[in-house]
């Protein structure tokens, strides 16, 4: 039996890297004040260590996008599994040409492209979605600020939020 409303504990798990952050920030700034010696100098580190935290928490609380949606995301060793009511399939983040956010569907969906393979569609709301965060961070050049404002304004058409620079091929002579 849980003494804690399901929404509240759903809001509570949401922010637990911040308030993880805070809670570390919180025994540091009191070991700076309060203590002095070694536990003093080691204070200051403590809320360097949770302002790194902090900014890591509120980007990944603003990635969670809600549960409950269709399907079922795994993440296992750079590869993206998606297993959905309808469709589903396994894409290597490594192989990625482009990862799109497209809000025409209900909810909004990731689309993650790769060359000769159909698109594989996942909701934001899928269970387990919350591991792309770290898929996606690997990609080279990805903007994660630009990620995370594009997925709170929901444009009205799919929009690119990015893409593998295409080398020039090795066939093509300049001389």
Not at 40 to 63: E, P
């Amino acid at each position: 039996m849980s003494f804690v409303r399901p929404e509240a504990r759903a809001a509570l798990w949401r922010w637990r890297e911040v308030l993880s952050g805070l809670g570390l920030a919180a025994v540091g700034l009191w070991w700076v004040l309060t203590t002095g010696g070694l536990l003093h100098w080691l204070g200051y580190a403590a809320i360097a260590l949770a302002g790194a935290i902090l900014v890591m928490g509120l980007q990944r609380a603003r990635f969670r996008a809600g549960s409950g949606g269709p399907g079922i995301v795994s993440v296992d060793e750079g590869q993206v599994t998606y297993f959905g009511p309808l469709t589903g399939g396994i894409v290597a983040v490594r192989d990625l040409s482009a990862l799109t956010l497209d809000p025409s569907g209900t909810p909004a969906h990731w689309v993650l492209s790769q060359p000769d393979q159909p698109d594989l569609h996942i909701p934001l709301t899928a269970e387990g979605a919350e591991a792309l965060f770290d898929a996606f961070a690997t990609l080279p050049g990805l903007r994660t600020e630009h990620m995370l404002a594009q997925m709170r304004r929901l444009p009205d058409h799919p929009t690119v939020i990015w893409q593998r620079r295409q080398s020039a091929p090795s066939h093509l002579w300049l001389h």
